[in-house]
Nanobody
């Protein structure tokens, strides 16, 4: 049974930091690219950061570059998102995503999401 379980969300003041974690099980974690998405109320889900499976290359949305860092621990089957200098516009539900292309088939899994609220 595939599971992605996010944790670490909460309420933080502007300028503060949070670290999200996503624990994976039920699939070969090391072979999957991992990403964090977020969805704010009334907005579409957007890609925040991603990290490749093999060489750990990372990619970030322009809005979070220099503030967020994605990392992974294949031994622990966990992906992290360190968020610094948080802004009210970072408020959203953050989702963990795992993806792998196998031939023409795309395997994609989602977590249930964790709420991040940035407010004074």
């Amino acid at each position: 049974q595939v599971q992605l379980v996010e944790s670490g969300g909460g309420l933080v003041q502007p300028g503060g930091s949070l670290k999200l974690s996503c624990a994976a099980s039920g699939f070969t974690f090391s072979r999957y690219a991992m990403s964090w998405y977020r969805q704010a109320p009334g907005k579409e889900r957007e890609l925040v950061a991603s990290i490749t499976s093999s060489d750990g290359l990372t990619n970030y949305a322009d809005s979070v570059k220099g503030r967020y860092t994605i990392s992974r621990d294949n031994a622990e089957k966990t992906v992290y998102l360190q968020m610094n200098s948080l802004k009210p516009e970072d408020t959203a539900v953050y989702y963990c995503n795992a993806e792998r292309s196998i031939g023409l088939r795309l395997n994609a899994y989602w977590g249930q999401g964790t709420q991040v609220t940035v407010s004074s």
